[in-house]
């Protein structure tokens, strides 16, 4: 199956310091790569996500970027603030179907 | 984005009950929902694919009579967990891709913390 890594699995930033988590995956036919944040106990929400056909997306202070031939892609947050602190999960649809398949998570901590 | 709703919040049951939870979607159809289990401080593992009008499609590992699951409408999914034990205490979340989407966008509920006693 689809084999999704996450590093660091644990980034602690000052506020005000960008963050940058990566997501590496193994099916090149894979073509949407998503980023999920999760607050404890809470649902996880889709915050940006990138088809294979470009290889950056941004909408205010998170940016994604995808290396489709390295395969792998990361989540750029600017300007952090504690409300970012959370866990983000990357996701895969393996072999081009629309089953996710998610890494295991990365805990960002923004210190104020 | 799609509203996706979960029923109940939170559950907790004897050891031996079975425990029905509710996924509707409720400003869109999904002939497709997904259902994760989540453990404390882990990722969500993909339990089923439930399909509306057929079978239910099970990732390996996961007990097709354990967790039953019903598409009963466009709207609706359940899933029943049968005879229940502690070890099946985790946070259960559905998700539905949005209908016509050709890239898979996901939408998640707001999960199901049980606890079994």
């Not at chain 2, 979960?6 to 509710?22: A, D, F, L, N, Y």
Request: aromatic share 10%; hydrophobic share 30%.
């Amino acid at each position: 199956g689809e084999n999704v890594e996450q590093h660091p699995s644990t980034l602690s930033v000052q506020e005000g310091d960008s963050a940058v988590i990566k997501c590496t995956y193994s099916d090149s036919a894979s073509n949407y790569f998503p980023w999920y944040k999760q607050e404890l106990g809470k649902r996880p929400q889709l915050i940006i996500d990138i088809r294979s056909n470009v290889g950056e997306k941004k909408d205010q202070r998170i940016a994604v970027t995808l290396n489709k031939t390295a395969k792998h892609f990361s989540l750029h947050i600017t300007e952090t603030q504690p409300e970012d602190s959370a866990v983000y999960f990357c996701a895969v649809p393996p072999y081009g179907n629309n089953r996710l398949a998610f890494g295991k998570g990365n805990q960002v901590v923004v210190i104020p | 984005g799609a509203v996706v709703s979960q029923h109940p919040s939170r559950v907790i049951c004897k050891s031996g009950t079975s425990v029905k939870i509710e996924c509707r979607s409720l400003d869109f159809q999904a002939t497709t929902m997904f259902w994760y289990r989540q453990f404390p401080k882990q990722s969500l593992m993909l339990m089923a694919t439930s399909n509306e009008g057929s079978k239910a499609t099970y990732e390996q590992g996961v007990e097709k009579d354990k967790f039953l699951i019903n598409h009963a409408s466009l709207t609706l999914s359940t899933l029943t967990v049968t005879s229940a034990h502690p070890e099946d205490s985790s946070f259960y979340i559905c998700s539905a891709p949005t209908s016509g989407s050709s890239y898979n966008e996901q939408f998640f509920g707001p999960g199901t913390r049980l606890t079994v006693l």
